[in-house]
Each structure stands twice: as C-alpha cells, then as structure tokens.
C-alpha cells in the first residue's frame, strides 16, 4: 500500500471549545473536584484518584502503544481498514482505543500516518477525541520515530535535520539544543507529544548494522553532552524525548530487529562506555527511556534481552542510575526480544522488569489478554500496573494533554516547515559536512575549470520523505550553484554495464562527484569509482552514510562524508564542493583503515578545511 496524495487540510475543523470541553469532562471533574481546570498540573493525589477509578482492563490497555493503519480516526481508507481488521482486529484508531483503551498510539509512514502535517494534526484530534469520549477517557500519548537524518516518520514539508552522526560531525551543543526546540516544536504542533530520540548509543562498532550513522559517534562524552542538549531542545518545546536504546547497542554487529545480539562488555567497560550518556540524558531530566533487545552477560547472566531483565531494568536505570521516569520497550514485533520466549509471555515478563509502556506488540489482543491474565491469577499485582500507570500519566500531565490535547489548523502553519526553520536547519548542516582527502586542492571546485559535472552513484530509497534521488538533489543544487550538473544513478551495486555507462558519460564531463553508500572490499561501487578514476577526469566521492567508505577509495582525489541522503545533507555537502562554504565537520569516529582495521587512518576529531 503506497500514498496517493496527502489528506484533506480543511475538511474537518478543530473541534470547537465546547466539544473540547464535553470531551474532557470526566477527565476534568476528577481533576478538579471543584470549579474549571486549571493550568497547573494536576498533583500525584488526583493522578492516584483518576487510577483509582480506572478498571482493571482500561489499566492493562494504559500500558501499551500501538500501531494503527490510516491517516484518519474514524475514516482510513479501505486498504488501512483491510490491513487493521487482519492485524488489530479493529477498523480504525477510534475503534482501537475503544475496545483496548490504548494509553499510546504510534505514527508510522508505511502505516500511513503522516502524509502531511495537516492530516497529522487532524489524525492526532481525531484520536484524542475518540479517547476522551469515553467513559473515564484519558488523553493518548502518542509518539512517533522523528530521529531525523535516515529515520524520520514525519517528512517534507516538515522540517529535516541531519542525523545524529552528522550532528556529532558539527560537534556543537548549541546546534543538538536548537535541532530538539524546533523539532520539538513542529512535532507538537502536529499532536505528537513523545519522540523516540535522541539515540543515546555510543557506536564503536563500524560493523553495527542498526545504529551507525544514528548515533552521535564513538566519544561516550561528546554523546552525552550532544544527547542532553537534544533532551533539552526537544524537552524545552513540550515534548517527551526518549533516550535509546537501553543499556546501548553501540558494539554490536548484529540488527535486533531480526536477531538477538549479544554485548561482550565487562561491567567497567560499560560503565565507561556505554552509561556516560544514558546518565547525561537522567541529569537532563529525561522523560523517557527505551529499552533494548539485547543481551548484556556482564548485566545479566540471564540469557534475557534487556527488555525483560529486571536486574538491568530495575536494579541498574531505576536503582543504580536514580532514574524514576517512564521506561518504554522498543517494539515488540522485533526478533531480539521474541526469541527466547512467545509473544504472550515478554509483556508480563517486560513489566515485571520494570517496563512502564509496552511498544508495538506484534498480536495486540494476545498480549493485552496475558497482561490481564497474569494480573488475574497473581503473577502481576495490579499495584505494579498502578505504578506504571502513574509514571505514563505524570508524563501525560506534564506535557499539557489533561490541559490542551487537541491541535489547530493554524498551529501547523505558524510552526511546521517554516523558512527559519528550514533555515536554521542548512546552517545546522553546513557546520556537519566533513571533508577527509582534498588532494592537489581540488576543492573547492573551480566553476571555470570543471563546469560540466557528471553525479553518479548511489540511489538508496529516501529515508524520510525528502525529496531524492540523492545523485539527482546533488547534481541540482550544483546546478543552482553555477555548475552544469547532470545526474546518472548507478545504484548500491552496480552493473558491469552500469559502470560502463557512467565511464562513458564521464568522459563527456569535466569532474565527477560519486554518491557511495557503505562500500564493501568486493562492492561494485568501489570499481565504479576506480574505473572513474582511470579516465583522468577529478572525481570527488561523497559518502552519503558511513563515513567509513573513504578508507576503501583510495584513488580519489578528494572525499566527503554527509552521513545521510537527505536532502539538507546533501544540499551542504553541495555547497562545500562549490565553495559557498567550508568545510566544518571533524569525524566523530574513528576510520580504521580497509586492509588492516587495527589501525586507525583517520581518527575522531579528523577534518580538512579550505
């Protein structure tokens, strides 16, 4: 199922005040015995009372986040009504929070949630009216992957910042603090109160196939001082950061999403690697933190993925590291946390760890139905659903869904895609481009000189509803820089005749800038780009993911890391070929070099400038 355009801006109005007011009146009346709301948050006393009053089975339906196919509440289209009834049992959001009294609903794109900021907010009122018209309705927390550079759910013409490894590139608090204000802001305009980031993983591991580029880097101090700064951006603007992923997927090769990857770490080294940002994110006064499915041996001996340790859940984040928060499980759906045990099993298991919200679980009504059973026959007490329960509304309370739940129309257009916005994240970005081999100066590169340019290489899908190509934004924005640019897409891998059409289209140019995505020793990039080379013509590469492809090309005259295909990325690593502005960014990893990895080529703080 694939968009086919974005949904209606003007169709359904912001509910009126009054409809706000008879759906929140339940709400209200137990927070306020007496007299209107007030703008005060409600205390723990009148938080106690709304839990009190709760049923067993709205307490077990607090505790999850879920899914749901549709860009509306109560209309999705048929294909999403179709994919609900065959997932969730249900039509629609409003029937999901209805029958299960989901404390949290998550947007995702492939489930179209977020064609466009418009129909984000409508679908965000449309839930929370759902909610609220219910007996003894509470608001919905609901949340979203906004980590920007390659995992963002919300796209164009939201604003998009580069990714974390970029932001670590810049090196600038100031930067990571401004990224989460407005971030932060746009996301709240949109009713998404609760964003699963920044990623607080130190990532050592240049084989890490799940975080890489989405990390800050491999300095667990320049991570934590990066991860608070975003805690406060995005805190500062109303809405719940969470930092990821629990006790940290850094060193590892191995994706939790479809294996269960194990942490070789001693207790020291990841006290010393691993918690530094993870603490920093807790001194920031974090709202939440996700989970992860991996196993720690030194943690816990277990054989257990985090997730469901409560020597890691409870006995370190709670006790050790002092944190008191919402812990939120990342999705349940992934193999690392359904390997060892069924998927009726992890949400007892994860609760019983210390788990406070249950993420995206594969079968909602098998373990909704077994958090209820273990509650019934004694496994759970369900004063240890209340402590959870209370944690999810504290944070509710906090971030104003008991005051204002719904969002306007005009909300979206005075903050969303703004021109300061997007401009403050092209400054962000051109103070993140990373220049490692300049040889004979070729860069900046002379419009006179070079004036036709061949753009080939790499055409991974867009990561977050930019616009791409990334060889095609590339060779446009060269173009509006005084080049006559023109672009040919190669692919991650391509052909022998590939490669022979873009030699033969090199020729033609005058220099040759090569989009390379994750080049491998036997990867055909790298003859490509060899091949390039071999017809006398410059050839600038530009690393659109890891930065480690630089110590496979060794014959080019001059490389850049972006660390993503987005557009904002790519449009600075444009502007730092033509000169329009230096090169900033330091490595914030280190490059090991391609034929004996024990040795560093580049270290972290390496960067060329003009």
């Not at 007892?348 to 009504?365: F, I, M, R, S, Y």
Request: charged share 20%; aromatic share 4%; glycine share 10%.
């Amino acid at each position: 199922m694939h968009d086919t355009g974005t949904g209606s801006t003007g169709n359904t109005a912001q509910p009126s005040r009054r409809t706000v007011l008879a759906a929140t009146a339940g709400v209200t009346a137990a927070l306020a015995a007496a007299g209107p709301a007030r703008a005060a948050a409600p205390d723990d006393s009148r938080l106690r009372a709304l839990v009190s009053r709760m049923t067993l089975e709205e307490k077990v339906g607090q505790l999850f986040v879920m899914r749901v196919y549709g860009h509306s509440a109560t209309a999705p289209d048929q294909a999403d009504v179709d994919a609900n009834l065959k997932e969730i049992g249900v039509r629609t959001a409003a029937e999901l929070v209805a029958k299960y009294r989901v404390g949290g609903i998550i947007y995702f794109t492939w489930a179209h949630n977020t064609r466009e900021p418009h129909q984000i907010a409508e679908l965000s009122n449309g839930i929370q009216k759902a909610s609220l018209e219910l007996p003894r309705g509470l608001p919905v927390l609901i949340s979203t992957d906004q980590e920007h550079g390659i995992v963002a759910r919300v796209g164009e013409p939201a604003t998009l910042f580069p990714g974390a490894m970029a932001v670590g590139a810049g090196g600038s608090r100031s930067d990571a603090r401004a990224l989460g204000r407005i971030a932060g802001a746009e996301l709240r305009a949109m009713g998404i109160r609760q964003d699963y980031s920044p990623v607080a993983d130190v990532n050592v591991n240049p084989a890490n196939p799940v975080i890489g580029v989405r990390s800050f880097g491999a300095d667990p101090r320049a991570v934590a001082a990066l991860v608070a700064a975003e805690v406060a951006g995005y805190q500062g603007s109303g809405v719940a950061a969470t930092a990821k992923h629990f006790p940290g997927h850094g060193d590892t090769n191995v994706d939790s999403h479809t294996g269960f990857p194990t942490i070789t770490h001693s207790r020291e080294l990841w006290e010393q690697l691993d918690a530094p940002p993870f603490r920093a994110a807790i001194a920031a006064g974090i709202d939440s933190i996700m989970t992860a499915h991996l196993m720690v041996p030194a943690l816990d001996d277990s054989g257990d993925p985090a997730t469901l340790s409560r020597p890691i859940l409870t006995g370190i984040l709670r006790e050790h590291l002092g944190y008191d928060g919402v812990v939120v499980t990342d999705s349940l759906g992934m193999e690392g946390v359904r390997t060892k045990y069924g998927d009726a099993r992890v949400p007892v298991l994860a609760l019983k760890a210390g788990v406070d919200q249950l993420l995206n679980p594969p079968d909602l009504d098998l373990a909704w139905n077994a958090v209820l059973t273990a509650v019934r026959e004694g496994e759970l007490t369900e004063a240890r659903l209340d402590e959870s329960i209370l944690r999810v509304l504290r944070l509710k309370s906090k971030l104003g869904l008991f005051r204002s739940p719904y969002v306007s129309h005009g909300g979206v257009d005075r903050t969303v895609g703004t021109r300061a916005h997007r401009a403050a994240a092209g400054r962000i970005a051109e103070r993140t481009t990373t220049l490692l081999v300049n040889e004979g100066r070729l860069l900046p590169l002379s419009r006179r000189r070079y004036p036709k340019v061949l753009v080939v290489g790499a055409d991974p899908a867009s990561p977050s509803g930019t616009t791409g190509p990334p060889t095609g934004v590339l060779a446009g924005a060269l173009s509006e820089l005084g080049f006559t640019a023109t672009a040919l897409s190669t692919g991650t891998a391509p052909s022998a005749a590939a490669i022979a059409k873009a030699v033969a289209a090199a020729r033609e140019a005058d220099a040759v800038v090569a989009a390379t995505y994750n080049v491998t020793a036997n990867s055909s990039q790298k003859t490509l780009v060899e091949q390039l080379v071999a017809t006398g013509r410059p050839v600038v590469a530009v690393a659109i993911r890891n930065p480690y492809d630089v110590a496979r090309l060794p014959s080019v005259r001059a490389c850049l890391a972006a660390y993503s295909w987005t557009d904002v990325e790519l449009r600075s690593a444009a502007r730092v070929i033509a000169g329009r502005v230096k090169p900033r960014g330091k490595l914030p990893v280190p490059v090991q070099r391609a034929d004996d990895p024990e040795q560093v080529l580049y270290p972290i703080g390496y960067g060329l400038s003009y």
